[in-house]
């Protein structure tokens, strides 16, 4: 990197953690330090939940995502902007009325204490696991493309969260993340206009979305009834809603945002800001996706995007072998290449027939050179089974370090580091505040002074980063990083949200039903998980339908003087 690049990017990251430890000095009771004396105004609230969601895996990924895939993925959003507005019709109403600090404090007074520490310790247990991941998937992939120390680049990372984190508690998170949010979209903006100028002159906007349609990666929708199928309307409506639900309206990262709000109204309008906006902003990026794709159409990509794995490969047993391919793989790109230009071509004369003549030639050519990357793959595997051959973790980054201008690399990579922080900082905030407010205040030390338990959130703060930190140091890829942390959250997120919904609409379910109930549905959803190829969005729907069912019928069974015993705390 250049050394404009390097002052972009550590520029723009102490101005973010000096300004979010300089404006949030002082704060001086748990009540400003957890819920930041609920002050936050509506563009605050509406920021500070997007940029908690929008981890430095959505960047990284989520392009590579739509590069292999196509624009599909957006499906998974499809059931957010209902989810929003329940949570923002039934939840906040609730939250605010009880005046609770964490979402579990409420399950404790609807049930028992066993269901508000069961609640609390199913989101410790997957957002803690995530809050590595959000700290590692990055540090990853920029230490392999970078050359940089992986384990420097986890400690910066997570360094830099935790000191402004610890400082200034949800105040700080919310604020810095309204800046951070602002270089990621500028930063991403950028690159969108930087990937279409590098794009031939001779190819209009047009002509580049039809090719990316005829390669098949403009599939937005699809209605397949294959419940193995990852992606559809059906799992985006049905597993994304519940998905959405439950991480909007029980997970303590997004409930604290939200918590903070001046009034009601404050919050609601937040979370309608992320339901107008969230779908275009996760369409853009995978666009950005199929842009670059289209890119590497006519320019020439690596045979792998994970250079070091190809490193040892030419260093290895199969360096012959890989040569022939690396041959073929040439070959196939110019053959590819060809019937592109002659398919845009048959684009220019708009004869229908020639259209789909052109077309055909080109799935076979393409699916001839494809074929040539699944054997440089197998080649990879052979050479090092424990690699994970899906690169497309590596198509943006790649992208940004071989076409970027210098100074602009140095944004984009502050965009990814922004992103990592943003969303890290408000798991460790919330994972400190669950952790104080549930089972420190709750269980452990009852009774203590105000200052007692602002210390003790800081240093729980502390303690959740140290965690997150070591988790990432020893955490191993897998799969699309984005898939990753929703496949994690799609465990847990049915089972807590059929807790909820339990509490709010079925009152006669009391808290000895509900707690076994619960966990019960979780063992289901676990087993289902190991022993089942389903995609993941329906674990949402499984675990919350499961914890309702077990509930309603544990209760018609559980006798009613054990039920009024478990409320005595």
Known sequence: MSALDWTVLLGTLFFIVAYGV?????????????????????????LSVMATQASAITFLST?????????????????????????????????????????YEYLEGRFDLKTRLLGGFLFLVQRGLAAGITIYAPAIILSTMLG????????????????????????????????????IMGGMLIAFFVVLGHLPETLSFSDAVKVAGKMGKLEVISFSMD?????????????????????????????A??????????????????????????????????MVFV???????????????????????????????????????????????????????GDENDINAKAGQLKQSSGQYMQVREDIKTLISENDPQTETKDSDYVFLTFIMNFMPKGLIGLLLAVIFSAAMSST??????????TTVDFYKRVWMKGRSDKHYLIASKLLTLFWGVVAIIFALYARLVENLIEAVNILGSIFYGTVLGIFLVAFFIKQVKGNA???????????????????DISYLWFNIIGCVLTIVFSFFLQLIIPHKAEDSSTDS
Request: no cysteine; charged share 15%; glycine share 10%.
């Open 63 to 103: 392009p590579g995502q739509a590069y292999a895939s196509g624009m599909g993925f957006v499906q998974n959003y499809l059931g957010l902007p209902i989810a929003l507005i329940i949570v923002s019709a039934v939840f906040i109403p609730i939250y605010f009325k009880q005046k609770v600090y964490t979402a």
């Open 22 to 46: 300089w404006k949030t000095r002082g704060s001086n009771d748990i009540e400003g330090y957890l819920l930041g004396n609920k002050q936050m105004k509506w563009g605050t609230i509406g």
């Open 514 to 532: 509900v707690f076994f109930g619960a966990l019960v549905a979780q063992l289901l959803v676990l087993l289902i998980k190991y022993n089942s």
């Open 148 to 183: 940089w120390n992986l384990e420097a680049t986890i400690l910066t990372v997570g360094i830099l969260v935790v000191i402004y984190t610890v400082s200034g508690g949800t105040k700080a998170v919310s604020l810095t993340q309204k800046y951070q949010m602002a270089v």
């Open 425 to 434: 900082s408000s798991e460790l905030n919330a994972l400190a505040s669950t």
């Open 257 to 290: 945002r939200y918590l903070s709000g001046k009034s009601i109204a404050e919050s609601r309008m937040g979370l309608m800001f992320n339901a107008l906006l969230k779908i275009p902003m996760q369409f853009f990026i995978l666009f950005l996706g199929v």
């Open 227 to 255: 419940p193995g199928k990852r992606y559809t309307f059906w799992t985006g409506i049905g597993g994304g809603l519940f998905l959405a639900m439950s991480y909007f309206g029980t997970d303590q990262s997004q409930v």
């Open 295 to 349: 890119f590497y159409l006519f320019e020439q990509p690596p045979t792998y995007f994970k250079q070091v794995d190809i490193d040892l490969l030419q260093s290895g047993i199969h360096a012959e072998a890989y040569s022939t391919l690396e041959k073929a793989h040439t070959e196939g790109f110019k053959h590819q290449k060809e019937d592109i230009i002659a398919l845009v071509d048959a684009f220019d004369k």
